[in-house]
């Protein structure tokens, strides 16, 4: 039994340390990489799970080689988990595992929402804990020579490096904001002109983007996701920025001439891919900005079959319904229902079946607040649409 339990505690360690080396090769950032994945958001989402396995594995790790020690004797069970202090490679071990423990405490819920820039400088532990979680293996594995420890380390230590590196050195564009148009309350939409080549994307992608402008109350020289709602077909980007917090606040007063960089394009789960049948489009607030850029990418006359349903609480929220209405006008086949929190409550089945009878057997995308995304996605399954036909969009942890 002892030895049972020895060999699923050396496993533990194994299958734990490799999934932390998958998670580091998954963080990597690179533009239209994350097309593989369905859109750099999935890309992440395997990159989180992976981590909390690796963490979960790597906890029950000493745990299982103590608890098979203990057949022998109580002393040999804590000298696994407590040696001399001689044995640096055991807690060359225990420092990874702490190391994990601060950066990973903040995604989960029971600590609450972490502070944006704080939890990404929390994840610069994960490259100490990596080099730590390698030396330990290399040293004491008996399931792979470390050698191969190490190798695998150093690629998932340049894929980790390459986000904080190579991707921004290479893949920044400067920029300068030449408009600022006042759309409503606390939302704003950047044009951006560039100083160099034209960002190519697909309608519906977001970037990353780093303002400059020395002015700024908050948010200078920290990246944060947008996504662009102009139509590639534009010789400038317009990004709708709705004040949600210091960085997006300051911006909504950013000095027109002011330089930003630009990073990207990343995602894809809502971009302009041609669907097989016709199209439902669910948009709460802010996050109508990935089909505002595919609707703005609609060529006139071309017939399409998409409807949207645009969800804000009330009418003074619906910022862009004139432009859509327009374009609705233009394009034959494109349909806006605007639906408002506020007179009908929570998006139901029964409101999707009277503006939308046959949304049943449309391919639906949806962008929008968290709680909007879950009722829909829970409406949309309940109506017969496979989850593989729903595509979503969300910004958590990017």
């Known amino acids: ?119 990404k400088s929390l994840h610069a532990l994960s490259g100490v804990a990596l080099i730590l979680g390698v030396a330990h293996a290399a040293a004491l594995s008996r399931a792979m020579p470390g050698g191969y420890w190490v190798g695998a380390g150093a690629l998932a230590l340049f894929a980790a490096a390459g986000r904080k590196v190579w991707s921004r050195a290479l893949g920044r564009r400067g920029y300068v904001i030449t408009r ?8 704003v939409e950047l044009s951006l002109k560039p100083e160099g080549r034209l960002l190519r994307y697909a309608a519906g992608q977001f970037v990353y983007m780093t303002p400059l402008d020395p002015d700024l109350a908050a948010g200078r020289g920290e990246e944060h996701p947008y996504t662009l709602s102009s139509s590639p077909d534009e010789a400038v980007l317009r990004i709708a920025i709705k004040s949600l917090g210091d960085a997006t606040r300051a911006l909504q007063t950013a000095a027109l001439g002011s330089r930003v960089l630009v990073e990207g394009p990343y995602g894809g789960a809502l971009s ?26 609609l060529a006139p006359g071309h017939a399409v079959d998409i409807h949207l349903i645009y969800c804000v609480q009330d009418e003074t929220r619906a910022h862009f319904m004139p432009e859509l209405r ?31 009878p046959n949304f049943a057997g449309r391919d639906a995308s949806m962008c929008g607040p968290a709680p909007l995304l879950a009722a829909a996605r829970k409406v949309l399954l309940r109506a017969g649409i496979p989850a593989a036909r729903i595509r979503q969009e969300d910004f958590t942890w990017l």
């Open 326 to 356: 327009s374009i609705s006008a233009r394009v034959p086949g494109f349909v806006v229902t605007p639906h408002h929190f506020a007179r009908e409550g929570i998006l139901k089945a029964e409101f999707l079946r009277a503006a939308c």
């Open 272 to 297: 302009g891919r041609a669907a097989v049948r016709g199209e439902l489009w669910v948009a709460g607030g802010i996050g109508l900005t990935p089909f505002l850029g595919r609707a703005r990418s």
């Open 1 to 119: 039994m002892s030895t049972t339990i020895q060999d699923c505690g050396r496993w533990a360690g194994t299958l734990g340390l490799a999934a932390f080396l998958l998670a580091a090769l998954m963080s990597v950032r690179a533009p239209r990489l994350d097309g593989w994945f369905g859109g750099l958001t999935r890309q992440w989402k395997i990159h989180h799970v992976l981590g909390a396995a690796a963490f979960l594995l790597l906890m029950a790790h000493p745990l299982l080689l103590s608890f098979a020690a203990a057949g022998y004797s109580l002393r040999a069970a804590a000298d696994i988990l407590f040696p001399g202090a001689g044995a640096w490679s055991v807690w060359a071990g225990w420092a990874a595992l702490a190391a994990m423990a601060a950066f990973l405490a903040p995604t989960f819920s029971f600590f609450g929402e972490p502070e944006y820039q704080r939890w």
């Open 180 to 187: 600022l148009e006042r759309i409503g309350r606390g939302v």
